[in-house]
């Protein structure tokens, strides 16, 4: 028996030592040490990054709940700079009627907060949506002067949430907004407009937040396809200064501001050039027979109402401003010549009819003064001369008066016929000689009569009023231009 003793005693102690061995590797698994044995070394594994652990929650890693985030970082210390950076995705409209732009960016703000810190191995940073923005301090930028504004939400909201493991936050959202341009059109449509939209804190001041610029005029950034129909985009540049309200303070304010130049292309076809055009077939009238009434009127009156209608479009697209623009200038302008061409038709028309009154009544005096007239002698006296019984006082009484001259042939059947005496003298009495005033006028008649259908007025409008609508022209585009 005591040979047998040995045996059992060494495999009860083999067993129990197996049985250790299988419960040191479960406890070793469970608690997430791992030792392996090759070559007498033992080597252990990197920890692994919580920020990739599957059981830990992003409330947990940010310690959100530890936080009160409806206040600012480093409250009650020194103001809170943001940095600001924009990307121009697209300048959608600009309305001249509403005086405002339309565009959609990317604005992206950069910050500090200690609160949302975390230990990471990789130093790598973590990615959000919109979710969290809720749950956490963001700076409360807003867009000054704007009228309508909203965040993309297609397919969910357009909002991007990055936060680095030593607390620095970069927060990113894309926006369209429409804000207001103050426009000048006194050159419209030879004009550039400047126009700037505006960002600023809406609670902080300047002691509490400090708005700007995170790479100078490079925090500015834009997309070289973007264009307009009507407007030449020139520049963008940015800008920064302090806004003051008497009940709350200074802001820090930052401006985009862009210039736009106006394509001027559209209007020399659609204003410019019919306008011109119009004040040229005005002209035509002072080549139509000024007795053509009809055609004259008809041209004059469809001028002046084609004239109207250009002006009442290009008003219809502006705003009901208080000054004169330089489009105003050009069309009233053409416009007063359309009705001035009108009005010396008028004009020509009148002294025409009072020209005609005149020459009728100088022709029938002319008339009446050619007729064979008995100059006062009574019809009794007449006769008594016609049968030969007239007296030395009618004789006299026809001084001043000649008998109306003989043809050749009547001269020579009077030398070779035999003198009688004459039983009967007839007396043709005619007007010896006209005055030198009645030539005078029959001649001015002559030269009138040389230019039959046309009048002088119009042979003068036909060099002044193309003469002074291209001396206007050179004077409105060396200004405008």
């Not at 950076?85 to 509403?98: A, P, R």
């Not at 790479?215 to 520049?235: C, H, M, P």
């Not at 000024?290 to 008809?298: C, I, K, L, N, Y």
């Not at 001028?303 to 697209?317: E, F, K, Q």
Request: proline share 4%; aromatic share 12%.
């Amino acid at each position: 028996m005591p040979y047998l003793t040995k045996p059992l005693i060494l495999l009860l102690c083999l067993v129990v030592s197996g049985e250790c061995r299988k419960h040191g590797h479960r406890v070793r698994r469970w608690t997430g040490t791992v030792e392996t044995q090759k070559h007498g070394t033992s080597l252990a594994k990197k920890p692994p990054d919580v920020t990739k652990s599957r059981k830990t929650k992003t409330e947990h890693l940010l310690k959100v709940d530890d936080h009160d985030f409806t206040m600012r970082p480093a409250f009650g210390g020194p103001a809170i700079p943001v940095g600001v950076d924009v990307q121009v995705e697209s300048l959608d409209s600009i309305s001249e009627v509403d005086m405002d732009f339309t565009m959609t960016l990317y604005l992206r703000h950069y910050w500090k907060d200690e609160r949302l810190s975390f230990t990471s191995s990789t130093n790598k940073s973590m990615t959000f949506d919109g979710r969290l923005v809720k749950k956490i301090w963001v700076p409360d930028v807003f867009f000054v002067h704007s009228k309508r504004s909203f965040i993309h939400d297609t397919t969910t909201d357009n909002i991007m949430l990055r936060v680095f493991p030593d607390g620095h936050v970069l927060y990113s959202l894309r926006v369209t907004v429409t804000a207001a341009c103050n426009m000048d059109f006194s050159r419209f449509p030879l004009d550039s407009q400047t126009c700037s939209l505006e960002l600023e804190s809406y609670a902080y001041t300047d002691e509490d937040l400090m708005l700007y610029w995170k790479n100078g005029d490079e925090s500015l950034s834009t997309d070289d396809r973007i264009s307009l129909s009507q407007f030449l985009i020139q520049k963008f540049h940015t800008t920064s200064r302090l806004a003051f309200y008497s009940s709350t303070g200074w802001y820090n304010r930052l401006y985009i501001n862009f210039t736009l130049r106006r394509h001027i292309f559209f209007f020399l076809l659609q204003t410019y050039f019919p306008a011109t055009l119009m004040v040229m077939l005005s002209w035509v009238s002072f080549w139509i027979d000024r007795r053509a009434v009809p055609a004259r009127v008809s041209l004059g009156i469809t001028t002046v109402l084609t004239m109207s209608t250009i002006i009442t479009g290009v008003n219809a697209s502006m705003p009901r401003v208080s000054y004169i623009k330089a489009v105003d200038i050009y069309l009233w302008v053409s416009f007063v010549f359309v009705f001035l061409s009108v009005l010396e038709y008028a004009a020509v028309n009148y002294l025409s009819t009072v020209q005609d009154r005149r020459e009728r009544k100088r022709r029938e005096r002319a008339r009446s003064q050619s007729l064979p007239c008995t100059c006062g002698i009574s019809q009794t006296r007449t006769m008594t001369m016609l049968d030969g019984t007239y007296s030395e006082a009618d004789t006299n009484s026809l001084a001043g008066y000649t008998e109306e001259p003989m043809g050749p042939e009547e001269e020579q059947e009077e030398l070779h016929e035999v003198p009688e005496k004459p039983e009967h003298m007839v007396v043709h009495l005619s007007v010896s000689s006209e005055s030198t005033t009645t030539k005078k006028k029959k001649s001015s008649l002559r030269a009138l009569n040389i230019i039959q259908n046309t009048h002088a007025i119009d042979k003068y409008s036909r060099m002044i009023f193309p003469g002074s609508y291209i001396f206007f022209n050179l004077i409105y585009w060396s200004v405008y231009c």
